[in-house]
């Protein structure tokens, strides 16, 4: 299985406040994404990073931000969390554009 | 916009076989994909298809037509173990993978 990390696993917060999660991989892959799972949704993509402080946005990215500034550490940061983003978080990686992606175990944050 | 369609739901018999269809319509292809995800894990990669045709691996199999945006899963001698959601997923012209919502099989005895 390829090695991906993520922290925590689950989590519990208020609204209004600033959350991280992370996502650690000992791959050395180059491509690394952010990903949330809704019920009836597909994945749908956050932010996905190219390489060490290259990232770009995803189709949801509002609300959202995110930092590289390691080859194998990638963080998803909320800047004011709402309870629309309860939700269950999932970090993927991949060795390129064109290869498959590997998950991580997911966080289910939980906004009250 | 870009849409990935598949069944919500599917039951199918112990040691039977059954097809799980994702049809797309995405800006450019660059590739289907196939992952499996029990219920509360991540998703897993099962299959990828670039080019038309069948490709095998084991009890999976998964087909591609790109003329028709039309993909599917063929999951024979079917194990309890199966019992999971299936995900189809395009990468599109950016290299961007767009998801269906996935197609939970469950298996009865």
């Known amino acids: 299985d390829a090695g991906i990390t993520q922290s925590p696993r689950h989590k519990v917060t208020e609204t209004g406040t600033p959350v991280t999660l992370r996502c650690h991989q000992t791959e050395n892959h180059r491509y690394m994404y952010w990903y949330r799972q809704d019920p009836g949704h597909g994945l749908r993509l956050i932010h996905y990073?190219?390489?060490?402080?290259?990232?770009d946005k995803g189709e949801v990215s509002d609300g959202y931000s995110v930092s590289r500034s390691k080859t194998e550490d990638f963080l998803l940061t909320l800047e004011s969390a709402t309870s629309s983003q309860t939700s269950v978080y999932f970090c993927?990686?991949?060795?390129?554009?064109?290869?498959?992606?590997?998950f991580g175990q997911g966080t289910r944050l939980t906004v009250v | 916009g870009q849409n990935i369609d598949q069944p919500t739901e599917m039951t199918a018999t112990e040691g039977a076989i059954v097809q799980i269809n994702c049809t797309y319509q995405?800006?450019?292809?660059?590739?289907l994909f196939w992952y499996q995800q029990h219920a509360g894990e991540a998703p897993t990669f099962l299959s990828y298809?670039?080019l038309d045709g069948l490709e095998e691996k084991g009890r999976f199999s998964s087909f591609l037509s790109r003329s028709k945006g039309y993909s599917y899963l063929l999951l024979k001698e079917l194990q309890m173990k199966d019992s999971a959601s299936y995900l189809c997923?395009?990468?599109?012209?950016?290299?961007?993978?767009?998801w269906g919502a996935g197609t939970k099989l469950i298996i009865k005895p």
């Open positions: 997923a395009v990468r599109d012209e950016n290299y961007q993978l767009i």
């Open positions: 990073s190219y390489g060490v402080k290259d990232t």
């Open positions: 993927a990686i991949s060795e390129s554009e064109n290869t498959e992606a590997f």
């Open positions: 995405t800006s450019g292809f660059n590739g």
């Open positions: 298809n670039v």
